[in-house]
């Protein structure tokens, strides 16, 4: 029997397609919210959306730096970051959000993930943020502006990082911003645990499903 077909997309063979992944997608996700397993978030060739309504990070160390990655057609690209480290973070009420085009079927999928909105804080360890845009109101105690980043204390610069050892940097005992909407390359923590995590595919326009 021939799939059904709706607006030129036949939706059984999309779901043959898509099931596994998501399937897979979801397996990873339970394992990140019983805190069984490092968690590294990077796109090839996309940046993601992250709101928050408050993150609490500790012993927070910020310098510049270049994500590496590949683009849509498989080619090497580089953008320049600013990568936000903290030991170990409290975040509340977190959405995450992903678009990736599907130009055959004209039209977009979109990945929300959604984690710390029922009373429990997800919590963080070893915290890194390839930050590309920011905006929060933020507060920083013991803050230590112009500092070299080979100088920094606690967590330091991420291995693996291209950045300038002796290059302008910040550190601070602790950061805490709230209202935070972020767009990044990358996130790498050394465990990730959400609670209360729910993971979505939606498809269709990305402006109704993004997290801002």
Known sequence: ????????TRWKRFAVVMVPSVAAT????????QGAL?????????SFKVRADKLVGHDFVQYGGVAEGTDLEGNKAVHPVAVSGFKSAEITNMCQ????PLPLLNTSVTLVLNAGNKGTDIEAQNLYLDVESLDA??????????????????PGIQKGTKANPFGFAQQAETATLTGVEQTAWATTAGTFKLPDLSLRLKVGDPKKYECY
């Open 1 to 8: 029997m021939e799939s059904q077909v709706r607006g030129g």
């Open 26 to 33: 979801a397996a990873i996700g339970v394992a990140l919210a």
């Open 38 to 46: 490092a968690a590294s978030f990077s796109v090839s060739g996309q």
């Open 97 to 100: 959000s992903v678009v990736t």
């Open 137 to 154: 109101d933020a507060v920083f105690e013991n803050i230590d502006i112009g500092v070299a980043a080979g100088q920094n204390k606690s």
